[in-house]
């Protein structure tokens, strides 16, 4: 069964730091486009973060020069590095890729369960 587990959230002060980890297991071949969501309470899931499989990057204009997202191919893990938190970041992060498992053609996208991220004073 092929899983997405995010791991790393939990509560900081505003301008304090955390590092979420998202990694990927399973029958897996190979792992495409890699995202970063996030879900405030009563607000639609939103793209924070995207890495592509040549290592391209693209942020949402509300985390840029704060959050950086990299990749460990052979981990298969997806990280976000973020900096500099604010209140406004509280919310459930999310992982999600474009996997191509074993013995089935074609990239399918899963989703991890998601982690806390809470930032106050």
């Known amino acids: 069964q092929l899983q997405l587990v995010e791991s790393g959230g939990g509560s900081v002060q505003p301008g304090g730091s955390l590092r979420l980890s998202c990694v990927a297991s399973?029958?897996?071949?190979?792992?495409?486009?890699m995202k970063w969501y996030r879900q405030a309470p009563g607000k639609q899931r939103e793209l924070v973060a995207t890495?592509?499989?040549?290592?391209?990057?693209n942020y949402s204009d509300s985390v840029k020069g704060r959050f950086t997202i990299s990749r460990d191919t052979a981990k298969k893990t997806v990280y976000l590095q973020m900096n500099s938190l604010k209140p406004d970041d509280t919310g459930v992060y999310y992982c999600?890729?474009?996997?191509?498992?074993?013995?089935?053609?074609?990239?399918?996208?899963?989703w991890g369960q998601g982690t806390q991220v809470t930032v106050s004073s």
């Open positions: 999600n890729a474009d996997i191509w498992r074993l013995g089935i053609r074609g990239f399918s996208n899963y």
């Open positions: 890495i592509t499989s040549g290592d391209s990057t």
């Open positions: 399973g029958s897996i071949f190979t792992i495409n486009t």
